[in-house]
């Protein structure tokens, strides 16, 4: 990659940086299930305008996911993805008309106890995994992906609740959230925001990640469904941790 061809916020070592990133997080989600977008957005926080790292992110996640989505197509439980669909389009719709801040505390903390919640909790009633609460839950955590950019782990720890084998969450999980990322290109286009700028970097960074993925896909499948979930909620968890010691530090500064 030339330096004519990134952003003048970005330098050609951070970008170089970034780019293995998203290669070893995309590695982390498809061997693990969840994880690495969010590890991902943390580290993009670092060196990028704050202004560019949710539709940057969200579009790099677009192309992460459509590469995990398809090499797992055929574990995809289509059945999850009609309902999701549709739920997705609501949330969008809703948040774009709306264009809302959502107090960061708020959302972090709500996200994390409804992590928490979905993996060491009782598991969730037969009818909210329904085609009702399917479509609730897609179309909450659309909505509440256009300001924040981490829903991830929640929409994984709700598949989780679905899918016993691991290579179903996956797949399942990965078409999901394929969906959820589309429509940001669209929102934030309206926005203003100047994709143009920024594709270059975005192409480099999801050819990297599909490296990833294909490396992650052979971890997942040295591991069985007991040590997957197992790690699956390990790593759920932590995130989760992360998102309410943010929550805490924001309301007490």
Do not use: Y
Request: with cysteine; hydrophobic share 60%.
């Amino acid at each position: 990659m030339e330096l004519t061809l990134l952003p003048e916020s970005l330098s050609l070592p951070v970008a170089l940086f970034l780019l293995a990133c998203s290669t070893l997080t995309s590695m982390i989600t498809a061997s693990l299930g969840a994880g690495g977008g969010v590890l991902l957005l943390v580290l993009m926080a670092n060196w990028m305008p704050p202004a560019a790292i949710i539709p940057v992110h969200g579009m790099i996640q677009l192309g992460s996911n459509s590469g995990r989505a398809f090499l797992t197509r055929k574990k995809v439980d289509w059945k999850v993805i009609a309902v999701f669909a549709p739920g997705v389009v609501a949330g969008a719709t809703l948040g774009a008309w709306l264009l809302i801040d959502l107090p960061a505390p708020v959302w972090q903390l709500t996200i994390a106890l409804f992590v928490l919640c979905l993996c060491w909790g009782p598991p969730l009633p037969k009818a909210s995994l329904g085609k009702a609460g399917i479509f609730l839950a897609a179309t909450l955590t659309s909505f509440v992906s256009l300001f924040v950019g981490a829903t991830g782990p929640l929409v994984a720890a709700f598949i989780k609740q679905i899918h016993a084998d691991r290579f179903t969450t996956v797949a399942t999980f990965a078409t999901a959230m394929t969906l959820q990322h589309a429509p940001k290109a669209l929102v934030f286009s309206v926005a203003g925001f100047v994709f143009p700028d920024w594709l270059p970097f975005i192409l480099a960074m999801i050819v990297s990640g599909f490296a990833g993925t294909w490396l992650g896909l052979h971890v997942l499948n040295s591991l069985s469904n007991r040590w997957f979930h197992q790690a699956f909620n390990l790593v759920l968890t932590l995130l989760a941790l992360r998102l309410l010691w943010q929550a805490g530090s924001a309301a007490g500064g």
